[in-house]
């Protein structure tokens, strides 16, 4: 068990009015008792309360919780899980529910009357998760740095004829020659237009001549994600029109990096790269929110977003990915993680961002 | 838009008191409308209602779905997606909720008052699913057709000293030759006494001499799964103990799949199997249940357990997939897919079933 984070957490719900909580993320579960599995349709929750200790409700077929939690509770196939949560649960009290309760648990609960009402309380988690300890921040670093040496990785892979999907696979194993253990996300390899679709899936599409070229790949490193996007030209200059939206949104990238520091909003960093997109006339094409908090997930909640008003605190990781997509015709984003400092933040991405052509 | 599986679910709503559902499972959402996006923390929901046309809300960010969906609602993420559907729904009526809906989506709907109550009604979209139509149970033989084969080239990768890792990362490459497109869940490729955890997860693991070897693998062919498992003794004659233990494992899938018929319940077919595995006195080590439904997902509802008393209807698909799980020491486990049919089953898979001893 996590004694600190657990502490953190029930302090966070005191906050909100809370005294209990079920939480059932099972990426919150690691981060809390060190023990993590992955429950598919079957249930998997973690009961925190201030007056009890942290109990885990796994299913027997998972693997066994005990060398990590020392109160845990399992169950069959054929057994009401939620009978049993309901069992150990405060019935005089609010419940504080995880975001990611599914209905089919949720909805029992509430018929039993488990709780005095059922209240959304992610928040408690998520806020503990987005400030990283030191060690943790070091694990991102880690990840990072394998990210950047993957992206020269990618790079040689280019040749006329290659397809995105050939190379996307082929990720994976170069992670694990660097240490890493796996992708933390599907790894988007686009060529010519197809980086217009900012989630464009790996398909069969060749490289050819004069191509853009967008790799936006991460690696799992030690439980920790790395998340960077680099846009390249192949085979020839750009034109002066392909020139102008790389350095759009190059510009845009490095602005919001310049002004990440504690006490500055996320709403405040998103405007900065949107405003100067919008300023050349590319707005409507710049889709998306700016970034996303990392961590244990690739994405964790606290976007960086326009509508997002909170400050930004030291220990937080999130990523900055200005991007321009003109449908059928071109996309390019340019994206890179950074931690927030006490003196201001630190890009944990050193890859080169100057536009770069490539094979010609 | 799938009409004719539109109609039907509406139809069982209408059985359950209810005359409006917001499905957000991907799958089915496919399966009603042909669109499929998985959109992992973002918001998909088709309404249905039997007043009004289905509606689709997807993010701007998924992939256009108006060559599926007339109706589509389409939102950015500085949206409230939860008002939009909000907007759509009978304020007066019970909502029927998709088991899957998370809390962060259920809550709002219940704070705004979107619907008079909310109400469990998956059971509306699985039952339809569950009854797979004639195009429908080609493809499921089509699947099972390409993981016989695949059985076939696992056992042709064992020799002393190969990894389960190294096995299980290359079937999806074999599966692609076949002309399937991927695994259907994450292969499970067991030595020696690793079979004891139902659920290993294959890792460094060296094949040695004289170890069990088992398979649990499917694959992914135009959207349908397969699943299978096959256990073997390798490099020389399994003990009388082993033997027994498989043979026993082998006749309980052997009867369970004779007996399968229509109007037969779930738990019959369970306990079949279940008896001849406690007569042999290994009940307390068939720790699940005996198998699951499958088709779009590898997992459906409607489980084969003791304790489901439905019977089961011709067009139904699922496994049969006794074990016996010796902790520290060893693990057998028979697993094939059947089809429901008027006159009896059909089972899909017919990778022998002998004790077979390889390498020897």
Known sequence: MEDARIARVLENLDGMGLGQMLVCDPTSIRYLTGYYTFPYERFLGLYLSRNAEPTLFANVLFPDATPCCDHVVTFAD???PMRLVADVMDHDAPLGVDKDLAARWLLPLRDMQAAKGF???SKAVDDARSIKDAHELDLMRAASATNDEAMGWLV????VGVTEIEIAEGLVGEYRRLGAQDNSFTPIVSFGANPADPHHEPDGTKLRERDLVLFDVGCLRDSYCSD?????????????????VYECVRRANEAAEAIVSPGV?????????RHIIEDAGYGEYFTHRLGHQIGLQDHEPGDVSSTHDEPVRAGMCFSIEPGIYLPGEMGVRIEDLLIVREDGCE????????????GA
Not at 156 to 159: A, E, G, P, S, Y
Not at 229 to 244: C, K
Not at 265 to 273: C, K, M, V
Request: charged content about 25%; hydrophobic content about 35%.
């Open 347 to 358: 890009v944990m991405n050193s890859y080169p961002k100057d536009l770069t052509v490539l």
């Open 228 to 244: 960077m996007t680099r846009t390249f030209f192949w085979g020839g200059e750009p034109s002066d029109h392909e020139r102008e």
């Open 265 to 273: 909003t996320f709403a405040e960093i998103d405007l900065t790269a």
């Open 119 to 121: 209240q959304l309380a």
């Open 78 to 80: 054929t057994d009401d």
């Open 156 to 159: 040689d892979q280019l040749h």
